[in-house]
């Protein structure tokens, strides 16, 4: 026998943005939204979320703009709202939006929005300011980490988002959900596996969905919200109890509550993940880095001011001694015979005034202008572009 499936062709689809905060959601939002967005408070909440309607293809598209959180956990309202959406709105494709300059606290939430099963796409934002801080995190590798598709954006220069979006659409219209499971340590995959079996077996379905191994890390990391949602089925008591006491287990194996540890293992998966992909290259300083660093470390500091300051004694020398000759000269061929001649009319003193006066101003010419002019122009030029304290520093 053939069962048909229904082949009605759905043509609205939902794409719901997640992330940490500041990863770019919102640049990423209205690129992809323009001007039509609507705002308003999720249901029974007063966290905002913001909606766009955008066409794309055959598709209507519903684009969610979540709250940016952490964590999905049930302690926060944002975090609650970023969770209930999800489960309650069933988009089509989750779009996480991870930072590639920090991409181990990013993939903290990845890993826990992977758990919920459903098609999803990363888009590693903030590419410019990982490259620049001489982190080059691979699309490729996470890619294979993750068992799901990357794409790496520059948001705010709209570099790759428009492709970012049309893989979205093609992920959330194939249904293509994330095949891979990060596995935690062997003692928690233990806990789990008893759950999940229990779950599958005595609870009449299973809440918003959700595949049995992550209601089963939900109801042991103590999540409020699951559990409620759990004990309003058939069944429910007999899991719950079997929870309590697993999880009790696990706080006294570690010496801290079952959803600490099971944190700490998933930051331990993240960091993992987040180093295995990054190479990272020493970022190119810039040229006044460069000199800042050789002229205040020891080594090359105290030649560069021996070097300095024979240059300042040549130029002194050179430019100096030309100075004065140009000086000098001038004095002696233009003014000095003209003075005198006046003086020497006025008979001894005369005389003797010509001697000091011609001499005094020759000092000054030959020694004042030169000489401490050129010293104090190269002092003023060293303090202007900073070298003097730099110098300070090594000595
Ligand atoms: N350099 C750089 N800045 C970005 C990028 N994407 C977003 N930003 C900036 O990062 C800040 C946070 O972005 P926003 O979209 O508000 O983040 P949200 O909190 O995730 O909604 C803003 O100042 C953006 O202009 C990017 O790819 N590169
Ligand atoms: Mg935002």
Redesign the pocket.
Known sequence: MVTIVSAVKRSEIVVALA????????????QITGADVIVSNYPGTTVELMEGRVKHGDYDIRVI?LP?VYSLGAVSQDELVARRAILEQEPDVIVN?VD?SNLERSLFLTLQLMELGRPMLVVM?????AL?RGLHPSAAELSKKLGLPVIT?????G?NVARAFDEAVKIAAARVRPGKVLSLSRDTERAIKVLAGEIAKYLGKVPFGLPARTVAIKLLEGDEHLIKAVADLPGSERVLMRARRLAREIAAKYGEPSAYRIARERHGIAAMISREVTETVPAKLKWSHRLDNITSTVRTGVPIMVAIFAGLILLLIYVGGFLEGLLVNGWEILVSPALSGFFNGLGDLGRILDIGINQGIIGILAVMIPYILVFFLVFALLEDIGYLPRMAFVM
């Open positions: 992330g940490t905060p500041n990863v770019g959601k919102s640049a990423i939002f209205h703009d940016g939006i590639a934002n903030m590419y410019d300011v620049a954006t520059v948001a705010t220069r570099e």
